[in-house]
């Protein structure tokens, strides 16, 4: 006669198994990576084991895991991003959209060239200021060569010394 206790979880290995992905898809694939990891520390063949099911069961690969695959909404602006240029369906709102993001682009455009403006204007202060320096020191240079020349004496001729 064998007699079976209510406290054991009923579905055995598998059940831990799928506990275990279940618990490491929750976390994302910094987890499966971290859990192959510690196999291959641990013994070796687990690591394999992992790494293998990670691969073949498309979670290394995928762009997030299971269970975050349908509930997580970090990621929910980018999936609608693409939607963005679509019209709703509701004329109003599509034409407010569409001059919103038209005086938008505007707005851009003025501001890119305003940079632009800014960058030539603050260029240019920087060569003026460069060459008005450059310019001093040849000046000082030229003053000091022109000090230290010899002067001939009145009554000597030229090419005698």
Known sequence: ??????????GGIR???RRSEAW????????????????????????????AYMIWGKQMFA???????????HHAWGRHAMRAG????????????????????EEQEAFEAFL?????SKDKSEFDSFMDERARATAAQDAAEAATETKPEPGARPGEY
């Not at 006669?1 to 009923?10: G, N």
């Not at 694939?29 to 687990?46: D, N, Q, R, T, Y």
């Not at 762009?63 to 909404?73: E, F, T």
């Open 1 to 10: 006669m064998y007699t079976t206790t209510d406290t054991a979880r009923p």
């Open 15 to 17: 059940t831990a198994f």
């Open 24 to 51: 490491l898809d929750q976390r994302g694939k910094w987890a499966w990576i971290a859990a192959m990891v510690l196999g291959f520390i641990i013994f070796w063949p687990v690591g394999l084991a992992l790494l």
């Open 63 to 73: 762009r997030s895991c299971g269970h975050r695959r349908h509930h997580d909404h």
């Open 86 to 105: 679509q019209p709703t369906g509701n004329r109003a709102f599509d034409d407010y959209k569409a001059q919103a993001l038209r005086r938008l682009e």
């Open 116 to 120: 632009q403006r800014l960058r030539s």
